[in-house]
């Protein structure tokens, strides 16, 4: 009994300084939204009490003595009438208020929470979203924001209980200590009952709160694995993966079900017993004279409206464990401390833009040796079935020049043209543009002046203008300009509402080859002085390819080409030759194919495979 005593005492600590957190923390988040709840409560709470000696007056004072006379004056009647609809005018007011400002801050804290998630999840490095995945950057900014802010709707209502009971207690003593004592053993047994319940909830709502995440996960990547569900004949088993989620998140949330079902009766009857004693006592204190009809009346009526708001109190102390839950793990997304630094160098908007890498390496987070600042490529692991990355690249690209990286799968080819545009930063080493370090540049600068198009284009469920221009105030002329430059300006004219054509959710109405031109021609509408395009035309015919390529060659743009293709490759200024991570070589296409035997081994392979697909 001692272990289990000391292990769990260290969480209900940990419960109860973060729920007095959090309430701390939203009532600082939404004030003008909670004062107008606190307004309409200690309206409420005044209102109540005030209620309690309205109706004992009229006990005393209008009740007995009519029924001692046999009759009723009507002024008597009118003033009764006019005390009891004017406090209860009163209380309705006060209510609406409570409500108001509860439910105002409510949606104004989710507002809030899931405004900066979101700004958060904009912030931080690529490596930390891949960490991460889909399904619970979802829970973060949906479920969990919504359990944190669910605390603020019976907030208000818990601070009028609070104020109620303070007021009433003192009011009970002066009214007849010894019923006040009656009544107020409710209190230890609440109390007790409450500990009770928020030990075992938190352990459950927290895991329900996991599992959210997890389900919203596996949906994410049935729906995005739509085609390869479908085409393997695997949607039983993706049915049975996502079924076994939603069941221990069924029995998880029934577990919650069924420890509220224990706690809420608990917490309706308690109050109601406590009238009960006191009524009983009360009546038997009557009978002895010692209090009068209509002071027990205003005690039991005190007692009854502090009963009912009471279960509102019981209610936030349920609903708290989930929501200090959901506020941990909003506060881990805020709390991160990853951030991509930015300078504030600005570099020039005309004409194509070197590049440069001095002794770039850098190697996937989930890799078993992430850091390369303090070690050298010689001494690390050189395990290359491990390894995922780049060990150490050093190159230049003149401006105005068409550069094309190859190398075989695996080899970093795709890895360093994301860092070339910075889409995270190298482990060790420097890339830099127009000979300024990537990270001393201004962020606007860098998006303006570089370009990346990927092999596996994303289109917005929008038309096919709006998807180029990405709702940027573009003439109409530049985007016509940039769709044909990416040969799509002919496809896009054939359809029946041309520019306006819808394409669906992720362009799934296009073919791949038409869905990489409309991305190209989204790159080439911002005129990029440094055009990365990571085997952007791998599903186009060769012959539209190289019409691409030759016209971006006459742009004053520098073209950096993930390629594969001899017929994209000849139109490069000058090929680099990577392999496990290094620059093995450059120089042209021509000369690289007669020196260099695993260059001519790639591309013979790559073209023999061309042929032999149908």
């Not at 208000?156 to 009970?172: I, K």
């Amino acid at each position: 009994m001692s272990t289990h005593r000391t292990t769990t005492a260290p969480e209900d600590v940990a419960l109860l300084g973060g729920g007095r957190d959090l309430i701390a923390r939203q009532l600082r988040r939404a004030p003008r939204e909670f004062s107008v709840g606190g307004v309409g409560t200690i309206l409420y709470a005044a209102m109540t009490i005030i209620s309690s000696f309205v109706i004992g007056w009229i006990t005393d004072d209008v009740l007995f003595p009519a029924v001692d006379a046999g009759e009723i004056t009507t002024a008597s009647l009118a003033g009764a009438a006019l005390a009891v609809i004017g406090v209860a005018a009163a209380r309705g007011a006060g209510i609406t208020l409570r409500r108001l400002g509860a439910y105002y801050a409510q949606y104004r804290l989710q507002y809030r929470d899931r405004i900066e998630v979101t700004d958060r999840y904009l912030d931080l490095p690529l490596e930390w979203h891949r960490r991460h995945p889909t399904g619970q950057l979802l829970a973060n900014a949906n479920e969990d924001v919504e359990a944190a802010s669910f605390i603020a709707a019976p907030l208000p209502m818990a601070f009028g209980v609070v104020v109620m009971l303070a007021v009433t207690a003192v009011l009970l003593v002066i009214t007849d200590p010894f019923l006040a004592l009656i009544g107020f053993s409710v209190g230890p047994l609440l109390a007790f009952t409450n500990f009770r319940f928020q030990r075992r909830m938190r352990a459950v709502a927290s895991k329900a709160q996991r599992l959210r995440a997890e389900v919203a996960e596996i949906a994410h990547e049935s729906f995005d694995a739509a085609l390869v569900v479908k085409t393997l004949g695997r949607e039983d088993d993706e049915v049975g993966r996502f079924g076994a989620r939603s069941d221990e998140l069924r029995d998880r949330m029934v577990e919650v079900g069924r420890l509220r079902a224990t706690f809420d009766p608990v917490i309706e009857a308690l109050p109601n017993i406590g009238i009960l004693a006191v009524l009983a006592v009360g009546a038997w204190r009557v009978d002895q004279g010692v209090v009068t009809p209509g002071t027990l009346v205003t005690f039991a009526y005190l007692f009854r409206l502090v009963a009912l708001p009471m279960r509102v109190f019981g209610w936030l102390l349920g609903e708290l464990p989930r929501a200090v839950v959901g506020l941990d793990r909003v506060e881990n997304v805020l709390g991160e401390e990853d951030s991509v630094w930015y300078g504030g160098r600005n570099l020039a908007k005309d004409g194509g833009a070197s590049a440069a890498a001095e002794d770039v390496g850098y190697l996937y987070p989930e890799t078993d040796y992430e850091d390369l600042s303090s070690t050298s490529v010689a001494a690390r692991p050189s395990n290359d079935a491990e390894r995922r990355g780049i060990e150490s690249i050093t190159l230049s690209v003149a401006p105005g020049k068409t550069i094309a990286l190859v190398g075989p799968t695996g080899s970093g080819k795709s890895t360093f043209a994301q860092l070339l545009v910075r889409l995270f930063d190298p482990d060790r080493g420097e890339i830099c543009l127009d000979g300024h370090g990537l990270v001393d540049l201004d962020r606007s600068s860098l998006a303006s002046t570089v370009s990346i198009v990927f092999q596996e284009t994303f289109l917005f469920n929008d038309t096919i203008y709006n998807n180029i221009t990405l709702d940027e105030p573009f003439d109409e002329a530049d985007v016509l300009n940039a769709a044909k430059l990416a040969q799509a300006d002919g496809f896009i004219s054939q359809l029946e509402n041309g520019y306006g054509t819808l394409v669906g959710e992720r362009g799934a109405s296009l073919s791949g080859g038409q869905r990489q031109r409309i991305a190209l021609a989204r790159a080439l509408v911002r005129q990029p002085r440094l055009l990365v395009l990571d085997d952007a035309t791998s599903a186009v015919d060769p012959a539209v390819e190289g019409s691409i390529l030759a016209g971006l060659g006459e742009l004053d743009t520098t073209v950096v080409i993930v390629a594969y293709r001899r017929s994209s490759i000849v139109l490069a200024d000058e090929v680099i030759y990577i392999e496990d991570g290094r620059v093995m070589d450059r120089g042209t296409h021509d000369d690289l194919y007669a020196s260099l035997p695993a260059y001519q081994d790639l591309i013979d392979a790559y073209e023999q495979r061309e042929e032999e697909t149908p």
